[in-house]
């Protein structure tokens, strides 16, 4: 008897811990890919973006490089620079191999319209999905 409760309880410690190690991979995943999503430059676009689609996957890695091209010529022309920060995240759900995160970023965004910068704030919707080893997003929305 003691055995069997000794080997229930180490199994519970066991699946605790790997929830705990999912979900801190599932919210640094998420808070760095909302910071490579809120941290832009002009002046090295290609690198800011690639970190964005490092991240990424599925439909959502689609979307962004068919953008890519388009919005390297917009960011020039308006010499915008976003420098984001990740104010919080939580875990909406997750399971094994997916997890929906809400993180709240904000960023000083500075443009030809506005030299001086303007403070944006952001309510993100990131879907992770596990490809590989990685947590990786694939899907982002803007939420209320």
């Known amino acids: 008897m003691t055995t069997a409760l000794t080997i229930w309880l180490c199994f519970q410690l066991l699946e605790r811990h790997e929830a705990d190690q999912r979900r801190q991979a599932v919210l640094a995943a998420a808070r760095q890919s909302a910071l490579n999503f809120t941290s832009l430059d002009y002046r090295h676009y290609d690198r800011d973006s690639g970190n964005v689609l490092k991240g990424a996957t599925g439909d959502f890695k689609e979307q962004f490089a068919a953008q890519t091209e388009e919005l390297t010529a917009l ?12 104010l919080d995240a939580g875990i909406v759900r997750s399971d094994e191999r997916s997890a929906r995160v809400l993180v709240v970023a904000d960023s000083k965004v500075t443009n030809t319209a506005v030299p ?18 990685r947590w990786l997003t694939s899907d982002v929305e803007f939420v209320g």
Do not use: F, H
């Open 116 to 133: 001086d910068g303007e403070a944006r704030t952001y309510r993100l919707q990131l879907d992770l999905v596990l490809k590989d080893g």
């Open 75 to 86: 960011v020039a022309e308006n010499k915008s620079v976003s420098e984001g920060r990740v």
